[in-house]
């Protein structure tokens, strides 16, 4: 069992690391090689001077650099993180043979102690800019939520994004979900799932 929610998280990382958008060098930052195993800091970040995000991309970006460091001793020929830790793996088909390869499947488990989450700054550098159509959205969303019985649902930032904490669990947060859902998208009566 253990062995399947392990290859859960890697398949789970490797679609994240391929589906995020590849960024241009802008020559500030070293994009450490799995060889070196750590990273060097530079001015390319995307994160503001002091406000700790840099850290958090530089630990995230030497992890991945262990954890390619680890696939490639176990036989897998993996790319260089680039300076925010995204892998690409090609995408795609590329990414469904590599999940079928049991050359993969091995070194994934043998590397699951270097799988790390992606820090807040990373994902969000990833995600495109939302349009202000999209951000009225959310804001209606988080209004309606607030309304409905989530009080402590978080207003989204100027930039749409940005939502902290909330409690999920409670009777009210699911009413306000059920409610608030087609706002977003959701259906209020969601089909039952298959499987």
Do not use: H
């Amino acid at each position: 069992m253990r062995t399947n929610r392990v290859l859960l998280a890697v398949a789970a990382s490797v679609m994240a690391f391929a589906l995020t958008g590849c960024g241009g060098d802008d020559g500030g930052s070293k994009v450490p090689t799995a060889a070196s195993g750590g990273a060097t800091t530079g001015s390319g970040s995307g994160a503001a001077a002091g406000d700790g995000a840099g850290d958090d991309v530089a630990a995230y970006v030497a992890a991945q650099g262990k954890y390619v460091k680890c696939l490639r001793e176990n036989g897998v020929d993996a790319p260089d993180p680039d300076a925010q830790g995204n892998i690409d793996f090609g995408g795609g088909d590329n990414v469904r043979a590599l999940k079928k390869d049991p050359k993969f499947k091995t070194a994934s488990e043998a590397c699951a102690e270097f799988v790390t989450a992606v820090p807040e700054s990373v994902e969000k550098g990833n995600q495109p800019a939302l349009t202000a159509a999209q951000i009225k959205i959310k804001q209606e969303y988080a209004t309606c939520m607030q309304k409905n019985g989530a009080a402590d649902f978080p207003d989204p930032g100027p930039d749409g994004l940005g939502q902290g904490e909330w409690d999920q669990t409670s009777a009210g947060a699911k009413r306000a979900t059920r409610i608030c859902g087609p706002i977003i998208g959701v259906p209020a009566t969601a089909a039952p799932g298959k499987g």
